[in-house]
């Protein structure tokens, strides 16, 4: 199996959702707190889905 680089654009979206629930952890901000875990797991979701898949 071979591992790819995720492209800069859905590395961009990863860290921003995980940001975006990392803050929401300790401010809140309206639909992101609520739905803390699955803004977290969609960044996680999107790396991992970026490194096996080529071109995503």
Not at 22 to 43: D, E, K, Q, R
């Amino acid at each position: 199996m071979r591992l790819n680089a995720p492209s800069r654009i859905s590395w961009t979206i990863a860290l921003i959702l995980g940001l975006l629930s990392l803050l929401s952890y300790f401010v809140a901000i309206p639909f992101v707190t609520v739905n803390l875990f699955w803004f977290m797991g969609a960044g996680w979701l999107l790396l991992v889905l970026a490194t096996f898949l080529r071109g995503l």
